[in-house]
């Protein structure tokens, strides 16, 4: 009788500063978006799941917040959810943007080289560089701190293009330890329907509005009625911390905020496979990153302790 392989399965944390490409990784990983993706910084608020499954492993990934320092309550809870990503690990990734490799993003991985959990380091956005810039970064992540803490492995990707990401999950895959399947066959995400919604909507004011703007907003579903089996309304609230802000958000004639719910309509279609009429309002709240019951409402709850 022939022996039934072993199933493998972990929990993968993808870490990085902000916007070298995390959610973007994790999209193509997991097949669908699951994460919302913007050229912004501090795009990612929350730790979001993923989950990959194949016939004889499971990799559940964890998408964090870029690593910054927290001027706020809301940075507060966004580093917290690295943390709490970080606890129960069974592997970590570390993700830099190939081209632009900064202080601290050395300084990362650094820190991940010595986790004792296997490791590894995605070089991405490479569809950006040359080559002969791509191989002296790689062999400068073998010295100093990396030449006593190595990466398990360094892998050239470019979540972008799919460049080298069949590399990735098969380094992740193989370094899974043995054990359970956490989640069924079918599913990609643990993430309530409401709060995909709510980051499609972010997603699009973050495309549109101006730089000094988007980090001051949050969204809010107040209702999701489905009306029949092929329709639904939903309703939502934009918040923001000006009133000046208010109006941008609007735009002359609610011309910006029409194309924010346009837009965000179409991808909430494509994730329901319903028709949806979304309805978008505008409130000023002001420093609601630093309240606590805001925080909450918007699905950033406080971390006790």
Not at 61 to 85: E, W
Not at 86 to 106: C, E, I, S, T, W
Not at 134 to 140: R, T, V
Not at 203 to 230: Q, W
Request: with cysteine; aromatic share 4%; glycine share 8%.
């Amino acid at each position: 009788m022939e022996e039934r392989k072993a199933f493998h399965s972990g929990f993968v944390t993808i870490v990085g500063r902000p916007n070298v490409g995390k959610s973007t990784l994790v999209n193509t990983l997991v097949g669908e978006k699951i994460a919302i993706v913007s050229q912004k910084p501090q795009t990612t608020r929350s730790r979001i799941m993923g989950v990959v499954t194949r016939d004889d492993w499971q990799m559940v990934l964890l998408d964090t917040p870029g690593i910054h320092t927290p001027r706020n309550r809301l940075g507060n809870y966004m580093m917290q959810s690295v943390k709490d990503a970080m606890d129960g690990m069974d592997l970590v990734v570390a993700v830099v943007d190939a081209h632009q490799v900064g202080k601290q993003d050395r300084a990362i991985c650094e820190d991940m080289a010595q986790k004792k959990v296997p490791k590894i380091l995605c070089l991405n956005k490479i569809d950006l560089m040359e080559k002969e810039e791509l191989l002296g970064l790689i062999a400068s992540f073998s010295e100093g701190v990396f030449a006593e803490h190595p990466f398990d492995a360094i892998i050239p990707i470019s979540a972008k293009t799919g460049d080298g990401m069949k590399e990735l999950e098969e380094a992740v895959a193989s370094r899974l330890p043995e054990g359970p399947k956490y989640f069924p066959d079918d599913m990609m995400t643990d993430q309530p329907e409401r709060l995909i919604v709510a980051e499609m909507i972010r997603e699009k004011a973050l495309l549109h509005l101006r730089d000094e703007v988007p980090h001051g907003i949050g969204v809010e579903i107040m209702g999701m009625n489905k009306e029949s089996d092929h329709f639904m309304e939903i309703h939502a609230t934009i918040y923001c911390e000006r009133e000046a802000h208010k109006g941008i958000i609007i735009g002359k004639h609610g011309a910006m905020l029409q194309q924010i719910g346009t837009e965000a309509r179409e991808d909430i279609e494509k994730l329901l496979d319903l028709h949806v009429n979304l309805k978008l309002w505008v409130k000023v709240r002001p420093d609601w990153r630093n309240r606590i019951e805001d925080l909450r409402n918007l699905g950033y709850e406080e971390k006790k302790g």
